[in-house]
């Protein structure tokens, strides 16, 4: 079984201040995890993975993530937030099941 | 190399019609997975389906709903009889290989959102 827990379902920041994204998650196997970008009215980008390599993974656009296997989290950072990251952001866990599962979604505001 | 392509973009229907929504994978990609979005909710797996075969489908409505993934041509997700509760963002993703482990993330459409009137 796996599932994933997205903390914050809005998180509001201002330009220029770092992004934090939380997501927790569980699965009885060695997971996976990803994190997709949303933007209005279009289809999911991929951000970054995890797949047992380095825990700490560098993305696109500037953002990192670092998985940590004892306190079972994922979670999204930027160091400088752009307008143009505004958007819904997913993490996403696939263990043993080919089939992902996907919080609920943190919805990125950034304020000029 | 194109990416995945759905059609339509958008798609408006009444209570009782059907629904037809298409999927073209990454050229390459033999896998296909379907899912629907409510607002203000993350993805929810429907069905994978590889060329003419439903590997699961433990995520679809049991009534109603079908897809399939034919030799040739995109994979089609059908909805008869739509009701007001099936309007929602529907998107399609395809990989090269069965995803698990240290694996390939999925390839996104831009998805279908279906109005039902």
């Known amino acids: 079984a796996q599932s994933v827990t997205q903390l914050d379902s809005h998180v509001s920041v201002s330009e220029g201040t770092p992004v934090l994204l939380r997501c927790n998650y569980s699965?009885?196997?060695?997971?996976?995890l990803f994190w997709y970008v949303q933007h209005p009215n279009k289809g999911l980008q991929l951000l970054l993975k995890y797949t047992s390599a380095a825990t700490l993974v560098k993305g696109i656009n500037g953002f990192e993530a670092e998985f940590k296997k004892s306190e079972t989290s994922f979670h999204l950072t930027k160091p400088s937030a752009h307008m143009s990251d505004a958007a819904e952001y997913f993490c996403v866990v696939s263990g043993g099941s080919y089939i992902p599962t996907f919080g609920r979604g943190t919805s990125l505001i950034v304020h000029p | 190399n194109a990416g995945v392509m759905q059609n339509p973009r958008h798609l408006v229907r009444r209570r009782g019609q059907e629904a037809r929504l298409r999927c073209s994978p990454m050229?390459?990609?033999?896998?296909v997975y379907w899912y629907r979005q409510l607002p203000e909710e993350g993805l929810k797996f429907m069905v994978y389906l590889q060329k003419e075969n439903i590997i699961d489908e433990s995520g679809m409505p049991k009534e109603r709903f079908s897809a399939e993934f034919p030799k040739e041509g995109p994979s089609i997700l059908r909805i008869q009889q739509v009701v007001r509760g099936d309007s929602a963002a529907y998107f399609c993703?395809?990989?090269?290989?069965?995803?698990?482990?240290?694996?390939?993330?999925?390839?996104f459409g831009p998805g279908t959102r279906l109005t039902v009137l």
């Open positions: 993703a395809s990989s090269p290989v069965y995803m698990q482990g240290p694996s390939n993330e999925q390839f």
């Open positions: 050229k390459g990609h033999s896998h």
């Open positions: 699965s009885s196997y060695s997971p996976s």
